[in-house]
């Protein structure tokens, strides 16, 4: 399946490498509803390819090529992708000390920090040390699902990719070619321009228009509960809250609507507006803390009443929005 969105992203890397000017440490935009790992994943190979330079791609056929098909190239390192809440300094410091010894492979090392938005602040600024002075050889790879929640003095070490998501009228068009039914671009799709591989999956179940965003029910249209019977329904649901939360915050430090996922349906929620008293910063991040803890508990739980635990979340953000 192609993702033609982060073809840009590809570019600028490529033209930045080709420039060598490609730094060895990088943040990304982290956002597995774009599929931003398969650009991670991608970059990582190319990054360890033998035959890479001057290539766009990596190679497919070297030692080390089949070392990463095989999953286990023994000097690619990846963090962050677990449960926990945090990235705590013992994770950090395990990764130096891996980085720290010469290349298995005798080549480049990768190592990839997916959320580093859970960096604590003494996990940053240990991995500030390394990105200062940098392994030979070596990229790392801050990818986060907010650049701007990174620490000003970690930016200020990394060259930052950002990963477009698609217009509605490209997402419309890869609807159709791999949902296999025609999908028309209207406004309703603009929701899902921050997570198309969610959307292929509500095309599939037949609930991607049925569906009410979060935004919608809490400007009192009725939530469509269920379907937060099953787990995907519930994650979708989440997903949807979680990108409401983080246009809130986003709209609140920056008053700019444009750059907001869906600032419509923003305005329609309730939870900004001239006339309000915005929501404490604090409250908002509560918020997301306990989405990323639900969502722990429906990866690794079954059994949980999903449309109940989905429907408090709900209550609580309504009473936020009506603050
Ligand atoms: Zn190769």
Not at 123 to 129: F, G, H, T
Request: proline residues 4%; hydrophobic residues 40%; glycine residues 6%.
């Amino acid at each position: 399946m192609k993702l033609p969105w982060l073809r840009a992203t590809w570019q600028a890397l490529m033209q930045a490498a080709q420039n060598q000017r490609l730094s060895h440490g990088l943040a990304i935009i982290w956002n597995p509803q774009l599929g931003s790992d398969r650009l991670l994943d991608q970059l990582s190979q190319w990054l360890l390819c033998q035959h890479s330079e001057g290539q766009m791609k990596a190679c497919g056929q070297c030692k080390s090529c089949l070392l990463w098909h095989a999953q286990g190239h023994p000097d690619y390192h990846r963090i962050g992708d677990n449960d926990d809440s945090s990235i705590g300094v013992d994770a950090i410091r395990q990764l130096q000390q891996r980085l720290s010894t010469s290349a298995n492979q005798g080549g480049h090392k990768v190592a990839v920090i997916a959320e580093a938005e859970k960096l604590t602040v003494a996990a940053a600024n240990a991995l500030l040390k390394t990105l200062e002075e940098p392994p030979a050889a070596t990229t790392i790879i801050v990818a986060s699902r907010r650049y701007q929640a990174l620490l000003p003095t970690i930016r200020s070490r990394l060259q930052y990719y950002p990963v477009t998501r698609p217009g509605i009228t490209q997402l419309a068009q890869w609807l159709t070619q791999y949902g296999e039914q025609p999908v028309n671009a209207t406004e309703t799709l603009r929701v899902w321009c921050d997570a198309p591989l969610t959307a292929l999956e509500r095309l599939g179940q037949g609930t991607l228009q049925s569906a009410n965003s979060m935004a919608g029910v809490l400007g009192g249209e009725t939530p469509d509960t269920k379907s937060w019977a099953s787990k995907e329904g519930a994650l979708g649901a989440l997903d949807d809250m979680e990108r409401l939360l983080r246009d809130t915050l986003c709209y609140q430090q920056t008053h700019n609507e444009s750059l907001l996922i869906d600032a419509d349906g923003l305005m329609q929620s309730g939870l900004v507006g001239d006339t309000r008293e915005p929501v404490a910063t604090s409250a908002l991040n509560d918020f997301l803390q306990q989405c990323h803890q639900l969502r722990a508990r429906l990866r690794q739980q079954s059994g949980l009443n999903t449309q109940l635990a989905i429907q408090q979340l709900l209550n609580q953000l309504r009473q936020l929005a009506q603050r």
